[in-house]
């Protein structure tokens, strides 16, 4: 099966010679554009077999973008299947020192859910998603609660360090 990748993707002699930073801002942002123009989703096979890129490669890079939210995965038995987060609507952003927190509503085929995405600022001065966490719509209300929760002053514990 073929997949769809960007039309402007970089030919390898011109990826080869980026430094070692803008290949990482490089292939994540390339996986996020083939995960987005493919919605049926794509595992890491069928990027190799498109792109040219070594399996370890792509397959460190979906493991980031899927633990910080930014994309979805989906193991079916030994087979992890990559999609794109969904739609993503932005709610708000906030920032403290060096770091942006922004805040979306996300839907697909999964449900809706909130997404919160921690964004530093990189050697190039620019700001890019370091942490992130996708929660089911549903959880928002406990997760409100217990997070107000922390906001309290810590209770005196019965317990004894020994």
């Not at 993707?9 to 987005?36: C, G, H, R, T, V």
């Not at 077999?49 to 370890?56: C, D």
């Not at 999964?110 to 890019?128: A, L, P």
Request: hydrophobic share 35%; proline share 4%; aromatic share 6%.
């Amino acid at each position: 099966m073929t997949i769809n990748i960007p039309k402007d993707m970089l030919p390898k002699e011109a990826f080869k010679i980026l430094p070692a930073k803008e290949k990482e801002e490089y292939l994540s942002n390339l996986l996020k554009q083939i995960l987005d123009l493919n919605s049926d989703g794509i595992t890491i096979s069928q990027i190799k077999e498109a792109t040219g890129l070594t399996y370890s490669t792509i397959w460190h890079h979906l493991e980031i973008l899927s633990c910080t939210a930014q994309a979805r995965k989906i193991s079916r038995g030994n087979l992890d299947v990559y999609y794109s987060p969904g739609r993503e609507e932005h709610l708000n952003e906030f920032q403290k020192g060096k770091a942006k927190y922004l805040i979306s509503r996300v839907k697909h085929n999964e449900g809706n859910f909130v997404c919160i995405h921690e964004k530093t600022e990189n050697r190039s001065g620019n700001h890019t998603v370091c942490s992130g966490i996708a929660i089911p719509v549903e959880l928002i209300d406990s997760f409100i609660e217990t997070l107000r929760k922390a906001k309290e002053p810590a209770k005196q514990s019965s317990i004894q360090p020994s």
